[in-house]
């Protein structure tokens, strides 16, 4: 079985001496009481407490949003084998997602993604969006955690035929993960060469927008003027059009399609074993409707 070898918790008090053990203890005596969630790793801990500046009580928010979106999100989460989902096999061929090797000056790591597919009937968002995630995952559970994390969206290519292919819904429920559940410290969230089409995705995205995202939002339509400053160009794979210095973008896409073969049973074991059990839950469950008008999250009031 090949599962991910993970940082490990000595590697991450090392890398983070505001990392305490009693901590780590206090947010596993409140899951002990938390019945519906399923059995978390110290390594896990370590994520959800720096992804929160070792605030105890946003991380347990951010543990009980996690899991709880990740199992009401079937769209994004679920049927993720790498080598057997065929949906997934497909848009690996549309879009590339990958995780720079150079950070930014302040130590942020970057993940870059663009079309590679400009065929807009190829364009599914939850499949696109379900293999980003994915790719997320396997970076935070083999390298732990950052200083900062920072999204680069490249433009290249997407039309308005792209946009129409957006879901309200889908837009809203990813949001939702973004700002409420994944544990990571987003310091940026950058599109590039950007074009009108723009301005559509932003008036369906900014409705679902917290004030903390939008502060982190950046538009580049000439990114070689204006990227440079939040992020090295060199960073970037050498045919994009950036000037960057790194392998093209084919291979860094083919190595990272691979490191999510290898992982394929972890994938696979995580679909299985890191969901909320909703029958165990103490209080009222929570549903697929959570994202309706009536949402039971307390965190749903976005600004």
Known sequence: MSLIKKISYDEEKR??????????????NWCMKQPHLPKILDIEYVLFLHSNYYHIEA????IEEYYTSRTHMPEFFSDRDPLGTKQLREIFKVTAQMTLSMP????????????????????IYNDVMKYFSMVIDLWLYT?????????VIDMTGVTFA??????????????????????IRLKGLHFINTNAVMDIILSMMKP???????DVLHIHTNPKNTLGKFIPLEAFPC??????????????????????????EWFLQDEVTSRVNEALRIGKSKTIDMFGVEGSFKKLDID
């Open 15 to 28: 890398k983070n001496p505001e990392l305490k053990d009693a901590d780590i203890q206090i947010l596993k």
């Open 143 to 151: 390298e732990g955690t950052a200083k900062g994390h920072v999204i």
């Open 239 to 264: 045919d994009v059009g950036l000037e960057g210095k790194a392998r093209p973008w084919n291979e860094q896409q083919e190595k990272q399609l691979k490191r999510l073969e290898h992982h394929r």
């Open 208 to 214: 679902f927008m917290k004030k903390e995202l939008m």
């Open 59 to 62: 991380a347990k928010n951010t």
């Open 162 to 183: 792209h946009a129409g292919r957006l879901s309200p819904v889908g837009i809203k429920k990813y949001l939702y993960y973004l700002q409420e559940a994944i544990p």
């Open 104 to 123: 930014t000056e302040e130590g942020y790591k970057i993940v870059y993604t663009r079309l590679i597919d400009y065929e807009p009937s190829r364009f």
